[in-house]
């Protein structure tokens, strides 16, 4: 069975403490894995995707990688404005549906 | 872009009624949409996948005779839920895909129902 373990559940920083959010995953064949964050009483919001392992992809001051069985989500400087859930989710190649895992909560302190 | 848009934002109704929601793509044209539910600190947990011009694929658990959807055309689904019941307050959110077949989900902003 497919399924994503994200951890911590839940994260309180300091502005500008770098830290680092983990997705473990387990799919028969990863067609794709997907970060998103949320913003409370809203939709999810694409950040990015990624592939194959190795891959690592860059917005702002987040950064995304990729093994063969693990994603990490790493957040440099962080601010306040990034406060928000951070959902991890794969895609099989067998068929269309995304699975998410539970998300970890980040919490940024100014 | 890509613009998913739902409607309504929220929505309260009496249990036994009937409440239906809206999924639009905006910009682009989406074959397949996905609805999913999630309970507050919860994951989404999809619910079923919506097919233009054919009938929905629910997944285990979910009751088809509760959730109607329909995707009468490349741009919209939707899904009603029938006779509500406190149970089924929740925040509903859909979903499409630019490419068939694979890449990331849009989303829309979700629908919070309650049932009183």
């Known amino acids: 069975e497919d399924q994503v373990t994200q951890s911590p559940e839940a994260l309180r920083l300091q502005e500008g403490e770098s830290s680092s959010l983990n997705c473990s995953y387990t799919v028969s064949g990863l067609r794709g894995l997907f970060w998103y964050r949320q913003d409370p009483g809203k939709g999810p919001e694409f950040l990015f995707t990624?592939?194959?392992a190795g891959e690592e992809k860059e917005k702002e001051r987040l950064k995304a990688t990729l093994t063969k069985k693990e994603s990490f989500l790493h957040i440099t400087a962080p601010k306040p404005e990034d406060s928000a859930t951070y959902l991890c989710a794969v895609q099989a190649e067998r068929d269309d549906k995304i699975i998410f895992g539970k998300g970890t909560r980040l919490h940024i302190l100014p | 872009g890509a613009v998913v848009s739902q409607h309504p934002s929220r929505v309260i109704c009496k249990s036994g009624t009937s409440v239906k929601i809206e999924c639009r793509s905006l910009d682009f044209q989406a074959t397949t949409m996905f609805w999913y539910r999630q309970f507050p600190k919860q994951s989404l947990m999809l619910m079923a996948t919506?097919?233009?011009?054919?009938?929905?694929?629910?997944e285990q658990g979910v009751e088809k005779d509760k959730f109607l959807i329909n995707h009468a055309s490349l741009t919209l689904s939707t899904l009603t839920v029938t006779s509500a019941h406190p149970e089924d307050s929740s925040f509903y959110i859909c979903?499409?895909?630019?490419?068939?077949?694979?890449?990331?989900?849009?989303f829309g902003n979700g629908t919070r129902l309650t049932v009183t």
């Open positions: 919506s097919n233009e011009g054919s009938k929905a694929t629910y």
């Open positions: 990624l592939y194959s």
């Open positions: 979903s499409a895909r630019k490419t068939e077949g694979g890449g990331p989900l849009h």
